[in-house]
C-alpha cells in the first residue's frame, strides 16, 4: 500500500540522506525513481508547516514523583495512567500518549517489580527494551528477576544459559576457519537478540556499576558481535550459491576461496 507523504515527512528525509559533507557544499537528495523527482522538487521548496503544538514525554523525575505519591505496589500502569489524567499544561501543549510498544514493555516490567524500590522500577520504564524480540524479553526477564532476588547479574551464567554463547563461539569458529554457515539468517537472528542484552545490559552497568558489574566483557561482546553478525550478512549469498551450485557465480567466486575476513582475535571471554 503506497501513502503519500507530507512535506515535513520529505523534508526529514532528505535531511538525513543529503548529509552536509558528502562532495557539495549544500547536500543532494535524489529519489529511487524518476517519476518520484517532481514530488520531491516542490516538497523541498516549500516553507514547512509551523507546529500547533509539542508532546510531552515520561520525564524520569515525573515517573519518580508519580511513584512515589501512589500506594505501595502501583502499577507503571497507573503511573502512565496518572501522568495522562492529570496533567495540566498549556494550551499549546499536551501529554504523549505511550505507544502500543511502550505500554507493553510497562505491563511487562508490572509482571516482576511489584516489589522493587521506586527507583528502580523507574529506571527499567527506560531501558531500551526491545518488546518485539520475545526471546530477548525472556531473558531480561530473568536478568531483573535475577537482580530482584540476588541485587547482582552474573552476564556469563545469563549468556551460558540461554545459549547465545554458544551460537556466538560457533559463528566465530566459523569465521576464523572460513567455513560458510549452513543456515545464516538463524544464526543472525540469535546474534540480534545477543547483541540487543548486552546493550541492555551495558545501559544497566552504566547506571548500576555494582549489580551490573561486567560492563566491560559486555561491551567487548558486543563488539565481537557485531563482526559475527557482519559475518553472517555476508554468509547470506554464499550458502545461496552452494544451495544452488548451477547458478553463475560470475563476481561472487572469490567469496567461496577466500577469507571474507582478516584473521580474528580470540572471541573475548567473561
Given at each position: 500500500m503506497e501513502v503519500p507523504l507530507e512535506v515535513s515527512?520529505?523534508?526529514q528525509i532528505a535531511g538525513r540522506a543529503g548529509r552536509y559533507g558528502m562532495g557539495v557544499e549544500s547536500g543532494v537528495v535524489t529519489t529511487l525513481e524518476p517519476s518520484d523527482l517532481?514530488?520531491?522538487n516542490a516538497a523541498m521548496e516549500s516553507d514547512p508547516e509551523p507546529l500547533r503544538y509539542a508532546r510531552v514525554g515520561f520525564i524520569s523525575t515525573t515517573i519518580m514523583d508519580i511513584f512515589e505519591a501512589?500506594?505501595?505496589?502501583?502499577?507503571a500502569m497507573t503511573v502512565?495512567?496518572?501522568?495522562?489524567y492529570c496533567s495540566t499544561l498549556p494550551p499549546s501543549m499536551a501529554v504523549m500518549d505511550p505507544s502500543v510498544k511502550e505500554a507493553e514493555t510497562m505491563r511487562y516490567i508490572d509482571s516482576f517489580s511489584q516489589d522493587m524500590a521506586f527507583t528502580e522500577r523507574a529506571l527499567m520504564l527506560q531501558c531500551p527494551f526491545p518488546s518485539m524480540d520475545d526471546q530477548c524479553k525472556a531473558i531480561m526477564g530473568q536478568v531483573l528477576s535475577t537482580y530482584r532476588s540476588k541485587l547482582s547479574v552474573d552476564l556469563r551464567k545469563i549468556l551460558v544459559d540461554s545459549g547465545l554463547l554458544a551460537t556466538l563461539e560457533q559463528v566465530i569458529a566459523s569465521k576464523r576457519t572460513k567455513k560458510v554457515l549452513t543456515r545464516?539468517?538463524?544464526?543472525?537472528?540469535?546474534?540480534e537478540t545477543l547483541h540487543s542484552v548486552l546493550t541492555i545490559y551495558a545501559w544497566f552497568s552504566l547506571r548500576n556499576s555494582i549489580a551490573f558489574y561486567a560492563y566491560d566483557q559486555a561491551v567487548a561482546l558486543r563488539k565481537t558481535t557485531q563482526e559475527a553478525m557482519d559475518y553472517c550478512l555476508r554468509s547470506f549469498s554464499v550458502s545461496s550459491l552452494i544451495r544452488h551450485p548451477k547458478r553463475s557465480l560470475g563476481s561472487r567466486e572469490h567469496l567461496i576461496?577466500?577469507?571474507?575476513?582478516?584473521?580474528?582475535r580470540n572471541i573475548a571471554r567473561l
Open positions: 515527512q520529505v523534508k517532481p514530488l520531491l501512589l500506594p505501595r505496589g502501583s502499577t502512565r495512567d496518572t501522568l495522562l545464516p539468517k538463524r544464526d543472525l537472528a540469535s546474534l576461496h577466500q577469507p571474507l575476513f582478516p584473521q580474528p
